[in-house]
């Protein structure tokens, strides 16, 4: 069954300057469809949004964060403040996300998605990453409910890999999970988001590196693509 919201695929593409986080992702991602890997950098990526991983504050002080902002200007980082304030008090929990206008032609949104509550955080042993990049992805569905087929491609990196310090096929591992998630269900609360996700992960910090978990969606409202 296809969601009326999503009535179009989604064109995804993994982006990072990393080759150990590219070598990852073309190992977790080899079975999965319609997914771009290259290596470079973000803003080369004609999409129409960008993912970024940020804090729960949104301040665009580091990493990719900073990267984008001196890119498109300092008002990127008070539109994504100002969302963040109104609607979730001023901070933005783990597992949730903000899509605004870029202020540019391309991309033409930018998706805020924390993988740490303070700037440089070490979040190698928490399933920030899957919360994060699940989120990301969700808040595609919740733009295109605004404005149908408004987002139709986006771009991503390596989420955590750098100053979260996640490791390479871990983070691959867990953005896999996030993307898949959003080809298998809608969610309109964050909360059940973040409970759905950590329930099934729980343990899967002494699985495999090579394994790879496929969230089971509440039951109901499920769709496939």
């Known amino acids: 069954m296809t969601d009326s919201r999503m009535g179009t695929t989604l064109r995804v593409v993994l982006t990072d300057v990393n080759e150990g986080v590219v070598k990852a992702w073309r190992a977790a991602f080899a079975d999965t469809p319609g997914i771009e890997i290259r290596r470079g950098?973000?803003?080369?990526?004609?999409?129409d949004a960008w993912?970024?991983?940020?804090?729960?504050?949104g301040r665009m002080d580091g990493g990719v964060d900073a990267v984008i902002k001196r890119h498109l200007g300092a008002?990127?980082?008070l539109r994504v403040q100002r969302a963040i304030r109104d609607r979730f008090a001023g901070k933005l929990p783990v597992g949730s996300a903000v899509c605004v206008p870029s202020g540019?032609?391309?991309?033409?949104?930018?998706?805020?998605t924390p993988t740490m509550e303070q700037s440089s955080?070490?979040?190698?042993?928490t399933l920030n990453v899957a919360l994060a990049s699940a989120a990301?992805?969700?808040?595609?569905h919740r733009q295109n409910a605004l404005a149908p087929g408004s987002i139709r491609s986006v771009a991503l990196v390596g989420m955590g890999a750098r100053t979260g310090r996640v490791p390479a096929r871990v983070c691959a591992?867990?953005?896999?999970?996030?993307?898949?998630?959003?080809?298998?269900?809608?969610?309109?609360?964050?909360?059940?988001l973040r409970a759905t996700i950590?329930?099934?992960?729980?343990?899967?910090?002494s699985a495999p590196p090579t394994q790879r978990v496929r969230i089971m969606p509440p039951k109901g409202h499920s769709f496939r693509h």
């Open 41 to 47: 950098s973000i803003l080369d990526e004609d999409v």
């Open 51 to 57: 993912v970024t991983p940020t804090n729960s504050l």
């Open 75 to 77: 008002g990127i980082q």
């Open 104 to 112: 540019a032609t391309t991309p033409r949104y930018l998706i805020s």
């Open 121 to 125: 955080q070490n979040v190698r042993d």
């Open 136 to 140: 990301a992805f969700q808040a595609v």
């Open 173 to 192: 591992n867990l953005m896999w999970t996030g993307h898949t998630l959003f080809h298998d269900h809608w969610f309109e609360d964050d909360d059940e």
């Open 198 to 205: 950590t329930a099934q992960l729980a343990g899967i910090e």
